[in-house]
Nanobody, 117 residues
Framework: QVQLVESGGGLVQAGGSLRLSCAAS??????????MRWYRQAPGKQRELVAV???????TYADPVKGRFTISSDNAKNTVYLQMNSLEPEDTAVYYC?????????WGQGTQVTVSS
């Protein structure tokens, strides 16, 4: 089993910043050997992939967040972060942390991010 717990969401004005955290735990689970992802889901929309970080530290981003969001990891803390800068109202969504192990998907409970204009 893998547990993912997100935190750091909140209400922020457009142009502001937030940093989300995803703390991972579980039986013999380490983010250092697993790809970690951030997704988001806005009201009435499908869940979409936002950012990915691989065990080697490679990162990819969805086009709408490129240049504004940064995904990173702290292996010692088994935690993944999403630094979000220059936030826009369109970034309003519930943000979820995700990983997979042995073909089983794991999700956190999500953290709400609301950006006011």
């Amino acid at each position: 089993q893998v547990q993912l717990v997100e935190s750091g969401g909140g209400l922020v004005q457009a142009g502001g910043s937030l940093r989300l955290s995803c703390a991972a735990s579980g039986s013999i689970f380490s983010i250092s050997v697993n790809t970690m992802r951030w997704y988001r889901q806005a009201p009435g929309k499908q869940r979409e992939l936002v950012a990915v970080i691989t065990p080697s530290g490679g990162t990819t981003y969805a086009d709408p967040v490129k240049g504004r969001f940064t995904i990173s990891s702290d292996n010692a803390k088994n935690t993944v972060y999403l630094q979000m800068n220059s936030l826009e109202p369109e970034d309003t969504a519930v943000y979820y942390c995700n990983t997979a192990r042995w073909d089983v998907q794991y999700w956190g409970q999500g953290t709400q991010v609301t950006v006011s204009s």
